[in-house]
């Protein structure tokens, strides 16, 4: 009788089993989920401020990078300004940031790690606003480019923003090769700068994400990044 019982159940497990793998099919990865768009050049305000197009979201964008060496000190900055219209109407956005490190004979002793923050105005929701950071990442994400990871807060939507190769070759040389943005920890968009031109990875249209990961996307795709790791 015991031995029924175990049988039964078993069978019954199984049942369960089958029933959940037919139920529960596979995530498609990001990029087969998201409008993969390129970024078009536009006509802008002024020589100094170029315009741009990602699907429907137009706008202009200056950025400009500084760096002082001294003997014992080196200090590496960006700042980004760039407006964008969206569904609620134009935003703008205001960034800055950098990281630098003091040394002696060459030792490095003390080092601020990389900061870049943005504010946004205009249409953006009140305290909308982008954290980024150096971010230690994995021997092998290291290996492959700069480690970044950053928050991004807009109204009640909240995405995280880490380094990631989308596509194109497996190193950069050095820089940044790519974002990937999740929310709740599901990969909702993306940044791929491992090409001749920017990548922009979209939710949906009709999406409630995809405003957001286009203001985080021409955030980023802004930064001019001064760190190399």
Known sequence: MRLANLFAAAAALAAATAAASQTAAPTAPMTERTDRIGLEGRRGPSLFRPGFAVAEY???????SSSSRLPWQSRDMARAEFDLSTSAGTVEGDCGGGQSHRQILWITFDREPLSYECQYGGAAPAGARLTLALSRGSLLGRLQQPQRAGEFVWG???LR????RIGGLPFGGGRVMGYVFTRDGVEIGGLDLNGFRPTFYLPRAGSPDRDAAAVLAVSLFAFQDPGRG
């Open 161 to 164: 923003a880490e380094t990631k």
């Open 58 to 64: 137009v706008g202009s964008a200056t950025s400009r």
């Open 156 to 158: 009640d939507i909240v």
